[in-house]
């Protein structure tokens, strides 16, 4: 239909497995260790033992596994199907607004219950502790969403969840601390008293504003000294995670089929890489496969320019120092960064495999200022009826530029981008857009060289 707006999958279309970039991966792992994980204390490889400390076996199988579909737990699928497949939207409307001949479609993830794509990966590793037995998860959140989903699938397993939330998130955000604790969650603002890390940052700043780094060395904390009561769960970065997220991506292929069109560009807003990879990875499979050249582009903010000004090194992936070292993008795991409202986007990391492609020049990376950006999510808004989440918004400003290019060039082309979750939560943050209050940052390097100062020393001989 000429006329469409919206692509519908059944619910039998859900995929049955995810898709495992780790065998596409044109990199050599022995040559970039690009999924090598190191112990944070020796820098050596890590073991097994070691990782089930913090993560649930299936979890760590998966980090290492080189099949390239990997089954989704049928208790996962059907859990998944509360609110999957997620639509495919044509922003045809927003395409009016522009005047373009761009044809731009998004893929909607804050159809979840929670509002954004975080369950994809949540309901899988609360799956996977539930099969252990532990008790429950610690966790960490920035802008909310990822304890919001954390808490929700730990109360559909029967588990406890501990959020430890990045405390200018905390008080920027307070409907979505109510939303965690609405499943049966505790929400702590990170830094805290709780742990022996967080006492110590408290100290030496007590005004500090947090960091995501800081959150996750307190959950990481209180998941170690636990004597195996909890897990820890990450809501990004890590493989297995990345990987939960293709259901995303590998829904809008048949999707794309359904509209007989396929995207030149995809998009998708970039902090620690998930949102990003589960859109992108299936189509980097098309690229690596079967002969498509689509364009892949991370947005991230100029506030937190991990993958635009970051360096591509082994780094901790806390501010502490607890968690295994990785090679990835990083500011330098000492970064702070400014209270931007994009709460999901200012780790100071970046996936290692996302990290990888763009050093291997297979994904481009951009870097947009906050103003610009709250701007384009009204336009957005005003165009299609959907607020965006803060994060979100970071590819709708990087697809509408974009298609505004394709204006100018006259030509046409198909955009597509990932919008992650809506903004029902976020609404502080647009009214401190609307009443001017709002500030656009740019990382300075000096404070980029003072952090490289800090990495670890790594020998791999």
Same mark, same amino acid.
């Given at each position: 239909?000429?006329?469409?707006?919206?692509?519908?999958?059944?619910?039998?279309?859900?995929?049955?497995?995810?898709?495992?970039?780790?065998?596409?991966? @044109?990199?050599?792992?022995?040559?970039?260790?690009?999924?090598? +994980?190191?112990?944070?204390?020796?820098?050596?490889? !890590?073991?097994?033992? $070691?990782?089930?400390?913090?993560?649930?076996?299936?979890?760590?199988?998966?980090?290492?596994?080189?099949?390239?579909?990997?089954?989704?737990?049928?208790?996962?699928?059907?859990?998944?199907?509360?609110?999957?497949?997620?639509?495919?939207?044509?922003?045809?409307?927003?395409?009016?607004?522009?005047?373009?001949?761009?044809?731009?479609?998004?893929?909607?993830?804050?159809?979840?219950?929670?509002?954004?794509?975080? @369950?994809?990966?949540?309901?899988?590793?609360? =799956?996977?502790?539930?099969?252990?037995?532990?008790?429950? =998860?610690?966790?960490?959140?920035?802008?909310?969403?990822?304890?919001?989903?954390?808490?929700?699938?730990?109360?559909?397993?029967?588990?406890?969840?501990?959020?430890?939330?990045?405390?200018?998130? $905390?008080?920027?955000?307070?409907?979505?601390?109510?939303?965690?604790?609405?499943?049966?969650?505790?929400?702590?603002?990170?830094?805290?008293?709780?742990?022996?890390?967080?006492?110590?940052?408290?100290?030496?700043?007590?005004?500090?504003?947090?960091?995501?780094?800081?959150?996750?060395?307190?959950?990481?904390?209180?998941? +170690?000294?636990?004597?195996?009561?909890?897990?820890?769960?990450?809501?990004?970065?890590?493989?297995?995670?990345?990987?939960?997220?293709?259901?995303?991506?590998?829904?809008?292929?048949?999707?794309?089929?359904?509209?007989?069109?396929?995207?030149?560009?995809?998009?998708?807003?970039?902090?620690?890489?998930?949102?990003?990879?589960?859109?992108?990875?299936? $189509?980097?499979?098309?690229?690596?496969? /079967?002969?498509? /050249?689509?364009?892949?582009?991370?947005?991230?903010?100029?506030?937190?320019?991990?993958?635009?000004?970051?360096?591509?090194?082994?780094?901790?992936?806390?501010?502490?120092?607890?968690?295994?070292?990785?090679?990835?993008?990083?500011?330098?795991?000492?970064?702070?960064?400014?209270?931007?409202?994009?709460?999901?986007?200012?780790?100071?990391?970046?996936?290692?495999?996302?990290?990888?492609?763009?050093?291997?020049?297979?994904?481009?990376?951009?870097?947009?200022?906050?103003?610009?950006?709250?701007?384009?999510? !009204?336009?957005?808004?005003?165009?299609?009826?959907?607020?965006?989440?803060?994060?979100?918004?970071?590819?709708?400003?990087?697809?509408?530029?974009?298609?505004?290019?394709?204006?100018?060039?006259?030509?046409?082309?198909?955009?597509?981008?990932?919008?992650?979750?809506?903004?029902?939560?976020?609404?502080?943050?647009?009214?401190?857009?609307?009443?001017?209050?709002?500030?656009?940052?740019?990382?300075?390097?000096?404070?980029?060289?003072?952090?490289?100062?800090?990495?670890?020393?790594?020998?791999?001989?």
């Amino acid at each position: 239909m000429s006329d469409r707006y919206k692509y519908l999958l059944p619910e039998k279309d859900l995929p049955k497995a995810w898709y495992n970039i780790n065998p596409d991966m @044109p990199v050599n792992p022995a040559e970039t260790a690009w999924n090598a +994980v190191l112990h944070p204390g020796t820098k050596e490889p !890590v073991t097994p033992d $070691f990782l089930s400390v913090l993560f649930p076996m299936r979890f760590i199988g998966e980090a290492i596994s080189m099949d390239r579909w990997v089954e989704i737990p049928e208790p996962v699928r059907e859990i998944y199907k509360l609110w999957r497949p997620s639509p495919l939207y044509r922003a045809r409307r927003l395409e009016k607004a522009l005047d373009t001949p761009a044809h731009i479609y998004y893929k909607y993830e804050g159809v979840s219950p929670v509002g954004s794509h975080k @369950p994809n990966t949540a309901i899988a590793q609360a =799956f996977y502790a539930k099969e252990e037995g532990v008790v429950g =998860f610690t966790t960490e959140t920035g802008a909310g969403q990822w304890g919001s989903a954390m808490s929700m699938a730990c109360n559909l397993f029967d588990l406890e969840c501990h959020v430890y939330m990045v405390k200018v998130s $905390f008080y920027q955000k307070p409907y979505r601390r109510i939303l965690i604790e609405s499943y049966g969650a505790s929400v702590t603002p990170s830094p805290s008293d709780k742990t022996q890390y967080g006492r110590k940052v408290l100290a030496e700043d007590p005004d500090t504003p947090g960091s995501l780094g800081i959150a996750i060395s307190e959950a990481v904390e209180a998941a +170690v000294t636990s004597n195996g009561k909890y897990k820890y769960s990450l809501g990004s970065v890590l493989g297995p995670v990345l990987m939960h997220q293709t259901v995303i991506g590998l829904e809008a292929l048949k999707q794309f089929e359904m509209a007989g069109e396929y995207p030149d560009i995809i998009i998708g807003c970039a902090g620690g890489g998930s949102n990003f990879a589960g859109f992108a990875f299936p $189509f980097l499979h098309e690229n690596f496969t /079967n002969g498509q /050249n689509t364009r892949v582009i991370a947005v991230e903010p100029t506030a937190c320019p991990t993958l635009t000004k970051g360096e591509y090194t082994f780094d901790y992936g806390d501010t502490a120092a607890m968690a295994p070292v990785v090679k990835m993008h990083t500011l330098g795991h000492t970064f702070v960064p400014p209270g931007i409202h994009a709460g999901g986007l200012r780790y100071h990391g970046m996936a290692p495999h996302v990290s990888a492609l763009l050093d291997n020049g297979d994904i481009e990376a951009v870097a947009v200022h906050q103003i610009p950006t709250f701007e384009a999510a !009204v336009q957005f808004a005003r165009a299609e009826g959907i607020i965006p989440a803060p994060e979100s918004a970071h590819a709708i400003k990087v697809a509408m530029d974009e298609a505004i290019k394709c204006k100018e060039e006259g030509v046409s082309k198909v955009i597509a981008f990932n919008l992650s979750g809506h903004g029902h939560f976020d609404l502080g943050a647009y009214d401190a857009y609307f009443q001017g209050q709002l500030e656009d940052y740019a990382y300075a390097e000096d404070k980029v060289k003072e952090a490289m100062t800090h990495l670890p020393e790594v020998n791999l001989g």
